[in-house]
Nanobody, 126 residues
């Protein structure tokens, strides 16, 4: 099972990017999905999560008001819209799926996610 993240790139501060996550091998329409990021020499950190229905979202304080997360279960795809990007947003961004389906609790904890992708690089220049 692969969670393929795409949409990363190089952007100037204040710009926008939209990341996509499309699993292959199975559907994750019943699972909460999350986005995490990892900068060089730093631990992986939570960015945003969305429940399986798309009705509940949760954001890290550092991105609240700038990032939005959404999903299209018909397309089996999750999106992370990133606006007003800052140099400190530079990192490798990963999408992940919850360990179990239909959970209502959205977790910022890495260990609560059982499926991971390879990541897509986001670089924000000042």
């Amino acid at each position: 099972v692969q969670l393929q993240a795409s949409g990363g790139g190089l952007v100037q501060a204040g710009g926008s990017l939209r990341l996509s996550c499309a699993p292959s091998g199975r559907t994750f329409s019943r699972y909460a999905m999350g986005w995490f990021r990892q900068a060089p020499r730093k631990e992986r950190e939570f960015v945003a999560a969305i429940d399986w229905s798309g009705q509940t979202t949760y954001f890290a304080d550092s991105v609240k008001g700038r990032f939005t997360i959404s999903r299209d279960n018909a397309k089996n795809t999750v999106y992370l819209q990133m606006n007003s990007l800052k140099p400190e947003d530079t990192a490798l961004y990963y999408c992940a799926a919850d360990r179990v389906p239909f959970r209502n609790l959205l977790s910022p904890t890495v260990n609560e996610y059982g499926f991971w992708g390879q990541g897509t690089q986001v670089t924000v220049s000042s």
